[in-house]
C-alpha cells in the first residue's frame, strides 16, 4: 500500500512558475512509476508527466512538453513536478499517482490545486 500526499499548489500569474511535490509512504518506493494527472472543472482528468521507477525515463504531456519537468528523491520518497511558464489553461486539480513497476494510476493522493491568472 502506498499513500501519496501532494503540496506546493497554489496561485501564480501567467507565465510564473510553481513546483509540486508528491510524498510517499509505504515500502519500496523506488520499485513505484510515478506519475501526475490533472483535471480542470467540467473536464476529465488527463495525463501531464510520468517518471520511471528507476528515474530514467519520463514522459510528457504535448501540451506541457518543455515547460514541465518531473523528477523523483529516492531518498525523500518524493517526486516533484517543476512547472515553468505557467499558462491559464495550465490551471486545474492536480493528482499525484504511482503504480508497481511500469504502471502508473494504482494509487491517487487527495490532489492540489493550481490556478493561473491572466
Known amino acids: 500500500q502506498v499513500q501519496l500526499v501532494e503540496s506546493g499548489g497554489g496561485l501564480v500569474q501567467a507565465g510564473g512558475s510553481l513546483r509540486l511535490s508528491c510524498a510517499a509512504s509505504?515500502?519500496?518506493?523506488?520499485?513505484?512509476?510515478m506519475g501526475w494527472f490533472r483535471q480542470a472543472p467540467g473536464k476529465k482528468r488527463e495525463f501531464v508527466a510520468r517518471?520511471?521507477?528507476?528515474?530514467?525515463?519520463?514522459h510528457y504531456a504535448e501540451s506541457v512538453k518543455d515547460r514541465f519537468f518531473i523528477s523523483r528523491d529516492s531518498a525523500k520518497n518524493t517526486v516533484y513536478l517543476q512547472m515553468n511558464s505557467l499558462k491559464p489553461e495550465d490551471a486545474a486539480e492536480y493528482y499525484c499517482?504511482?503504480?508497481?513497476?511500469?504502471?502508473?494510476?494504482?494509487?491517487w493522493g487527495q490532489g492540489t490545486q493550481v490556478t493561473v491568472s491572466s
Open positions: 517518471i520511471s521507477w528507476s528515474g530514467g525515463n519520463t
Open positions: 509505504g515500502r519500496a518506493f523506488s520499485t513505484y512509476s
Open positions: 499517482t504511482a503504480g508497481l513497476g511500469d504502471s502508473i494510476g494504482d494509487y
